[in-house]
Every structure is written in structure tokens, then in C-alpha cells.
């Protein structure tokens, strides 16, 4: 055997200390390239809401399937807050030319581009959650993506439509709330839009348009007296700090969260890429779904705390509200650009969403 000596290097020799960091040097360079050359796109998204909103924790879900499933190819920018735009109608113009990847807005903050989407806000269409997660899963979403990209040509996607809040109810700072009766002249907040105004006028109450950031000290000096939202929002706003003392659980719309892509983004990415960003919008709206369900139940129980009163109308009672909103599906049909396409496609949906959970139901029964 033989045995060959090793000599330590003499690390104070400047020609062999200039090549190591040569060697070095070279080494964290190739890293650094071999890093850049796995993250081949960036995806910028914003929601102009806040970390406690169910818009954030959808956005956290989705980011962490996109990036891990495409192995680090896409990497996903949270931008939350008013940092890239304040408006609905500014965020969907840089969805639009490209300078923003992903908005979250709800029907109010897109109608103003894609009217129809306000189908959402009709009342009392349906019933539970459930039923409103069969029809959002499937193909009324894809009929809106068709109507948004034809309306915007071809630059705005519709990707998925989640949930930002739960249930809308009538919460107000003067009386329980068991009829339309009980609305009567009452001063309601609403949006801007026409379509929540004209539901206010058909059961009685008076609607105010009030911006969002006005309505705590709106209820609070009387400006309006009601509002319409779910208790997440109620809560994380402190409108019981306000005088916001009671709350009918009508349940009569669905908070819908539009979730929208720049096309010409999304198609720019390859066919392996543009799956797994699909599939991110899966789970972000599995996330949406269940986020407010499980955020509720804090916040009813705080609502309680703060000295609230929650009522839960009866069957007869919910019917007389459904009646006194009736009128409203024929305002919308006429008034509201591709109203009769978009409302018949919901009842469509929302019959076959009846017909097959209550068939599992049944089934389940046995």
C-alpha cells in the first residue's frame, strides 16, 4: 500500500487566495442563476380589504399552492391594501392592461364594468350554503367569465367566485326587524349602486348611499340607521361601538368575491402553468367558502357580548320578506344590461343545485 502525504495549502499564498475566491465567487453565481432561471413568472395580487378579511386568507392559500405546485416557477406578490390601486374601477384597469395579475372585488366594486354580476345581490335566491357553493363551482361562473371577457375584449378574466363575508342580514340601531314592516322608513345603508336601493325602497326602508369608511360614524350620528352585511364585517368594523344593536337573520345574499385575472397574462403563462394556477383558484375558493363559516362563530358570540339581540325570522316570516322583494327581479331583467341572460342562467343552476344536494341528502338519510 502506498501512502501519499497530504500537505495542507498555504492559505496566505495571494495567487491560490485569488483563485479560491474566484472558485467562489463562481459557485454563488451559478446558485444565484440556477434560482433565477426556477422562477420563470411573478404574479402580483391585491385585495383592498385587510389581513383579517377571508379575501387575505384565500390569497395565502392560493399563493402557497401555486408557488410549491409549480415548483417555484411562479411566484406569488400579496399586495394588501390600497399599494397598487384604491378604486374597483382603477384595480380593474391595471387587470386590464396587464400592471395587475389578480383583483378580489365584490359585485359592487365590478358593476360599474360587468352590471350583471349584481345577479348575486338578488335576494333570497339561495338557500344556504350549500346550495350556493354547488352553483359557484360550476358552470354559471364559466357563463360570467364568457359575458366579462366578451365586455372587456378579452383582457379581464373571471377566475372563480368565492365568498367575503358569509350572509348578508339586516342589522340596525333601533328595533328588531321580524317583517318588512318593521323596515319601514328606516335609513339603510347601501352601496352606490342602484340595485341595493331599489331592494331597500321595495321593503319600506329608505336607502342612503353611505362609502364603507363613512358608515361607523354614519351610524353612530344617525345619518343612516340599518345596514346590510355579515357579522364578520359587523364586528371587525366595531359597529356595536357605533349603536348597532340588532341583527335579523334573513340571510338574503350571498357575499360573492369576484376573483379576476388578466387574460393576457393568464394565457401568456404555458398550459402546465396555467393549470396550476387553476387549480390555486380551486383552493382558494375552498378557503373563501370556509373562512367566514368558521369566523362567524367568533363574532356572534362578540355580538352577544356587546350587549346585541339576535333574531331568527320564521318560515312564514322569511316569505313575507321574500315577497316584498319580488319586484326587484323584474327591475333587474329590464333595467340591468344582460340581466335576463344571467338571471335565468342562476335559476338554472341553482335548480340543479337543489335537485342534487337533495338527492344526496336523501340519500344520506338512509
Not at 76 to 86: M, S
Not at 249 to 275: I, K, T, V
Amino acid at each position: 500500500m502506498t501512502v501519499t502525504q497530504v500537505t495542507e495549502p498555504n492559505r496566505e499564498d495571494p495567487m491560490l487566495r485569488t483563485t479560491l475566491s474566484a472558485l467562489l465567487a463562481a459557485t454563488l453565481l451559478a446558485g444565484g442563476a440556477t434560482a433565477a432561471l426556477s422562477q420563470e413568472f411573478t404574479l402580483r395580487a391585491t385585495a383592498t380589504s385587510n389581513t383579517d378579511d377571508e379575501d387575505y386568507d384565500g390569497l395565502i392559500v392560493f399563493k402557497n399552492h401555486v408557488e410549491n405546485a409549480s415548483n417555484g416557477r411562479i411566484a406569488v406578490e400579496l399586495f394588501i391594501g390600497t399599494q397598487l390601486c384604491a378604486t374597483g374601477e382603477e384595480c380593474l384597469q391595471g387587470v386590464s392592461d396587464g400592471s395587475i395579475d389578480i383583483f378580489i372585488s365584490t359585485s359592487g366594486g365590478a358593476a360599474g364594468l360587468f352590471p350583471y354580476i349584481q345577479v348575486l345581490d338578488l335576494p333570497y335566491l339561495m338557500s344556504d350554503d350549500r346550495i350556493a357553493e354547488h352553483v359557484l363551482s360550476g358552470d354559471f361562473v364559466r357563463k360570467l367569465r364568457g359575458m366579462a371577457l366578451a365586455d372587456s375584449d378579452n383582457t379581464i378574466r373571471l377566475m372563480t367566485v368565492g365568498n367575503t363575508g358569509g350572509w348578508r342580514n339586516y342589522a340596525n340601531t333601533k328595533r328588531v326587524v321580524r317583517t318588512p314592516a318593521d323596515l319601514a322608513g328606516l335609513k339603510l345603508r347601501t352601496v352606490p349602486a342602484e340595485l341595493p336601493q331599489v331592494l331597500a325602497r321595495a321593503l319600506g326602508a329608505a336607502p342612503t348611499p353611505i362609502p364603507w369608511p363613512e358608515l361607523f360614524t354614519s351610524l353612530q350620528t344617525g345619518i343612516v340607521e340599518g345596514t346590510a352585511n355579515g357579522i364578520t364585517d359587523i364586528m371587525n368594523m366595531r359597529f356595536p361601538d357605533a349603536g348597532l344593536k340588532y341583527i335579523t337573520l334573513d340571510g338574503h345574499s350571498y357575499m360573492g368575491a369576484f376573483w379576476w385575472m388578466s387574460n393576457q397574462n393568464f394565457l401568456a403563462l404555458p398550459e402546465d402553468l396555467r393549470l396550476v394556477v387553476i387549480d390555486g383558484f380551486a383552493a382558494l375558493q375552498q378557503a373563501t367558502f370556509a373562512s367566514p363559516k368558521r369566523k362567524s362563530i367568533a363574532a356572534y358570540e362578540a355580538f352577544l357580548a356587546a350587549g346585541g339581540n339576535i333574531y331568527v325570522p320564521s318560515p312564514e316570516e322569511k316569505a313575507a320578506f321574500q315577497a316584498a322583494a319580488a319586484p326587484v327581479f323584474e327591475w333587474f331583467k329590464t333595467n340591468v344590461r344582460g340581466g335576463p341572460e344571467v338571471f335565468d342562467a342562476l335559476l338554472q343552476a341553482v335548480a340543479v343545485a337543489e335537485a342534487e344536494i337533495g338527492a344526496a341528502r336523501a340519500a344520506d338519510l338512509n
